[in-house]
């Protein structure tokens, strides 16, 4: 089984806060104007597109789905989604 102290659960919480989408900014230069719109042309929910859009939860979007964005917008997921750990973008 699997264990976790304090310590590591902070840790996980301080990095995934870090994490942040470029959707809007990709949504603009792919003409699309909503999240609706685009939820069509990838074939997944509004509703994980507006976790993504609001930087809410995204590490619990499935990989799948964010592929699917990054076809639907013609980007690479590293243009979709970055990570910033400790000051350095990943």
Same mark, same amino acid.
């Given at each position: 089984? #699997?264990? +976790?102290? @304090? $310590?590591?659960?902070?840790?996980?919480?301080?990095?995934?806060?870090?994490? !942040? /989408?470029?959707?809007?900014?990709?949504?603009?230069?792919?003409?699309?104007?909503?999240?609706? &719109?685009? =939820?069509? !042309?990838? /074939?997944?929910?509004?509703?994980?597109?507006? @976790?993504?859009?609001? $930087?809410?939860?995204?590490?619990?979007?499935?990989? =799948?789905? #964010?592929?699917?964005? +990054?076809?639907?917008?013609? +980007?690479? #997921? &590293?243009?979709?989604? &970055?990570?910033? @750990? &400790? =000051?350095? !973008?990943?």
């Amino acid at each position: 089984m #699997l264990q +976790c102290n @304090y $310590d590591d659960h902070i840790l996980y919480k301080v990095v995934m806060m870090m994490v !942040r /989408s470029n959707l809007r900014i990709l949504m603009a230069k792919a003409k699309i104007k909503t999240l609706r &719109e685009l =939820g069509r !042309r990838a /074939s997944i929910s509004w509703k994980i597109l507006s @976790y993504l859009d609001n $930087d809410e939860n995204i590490d619990t979007i499935q990989l =799948g789905n #964010l592929l699917k964005v +990054c076809f639907a917008l013609n +980007c690479k #997921l &590293e243009d979709l989604v &970055e990570i910033d @750990y &400790e =000051g350095r !973008r990943i």
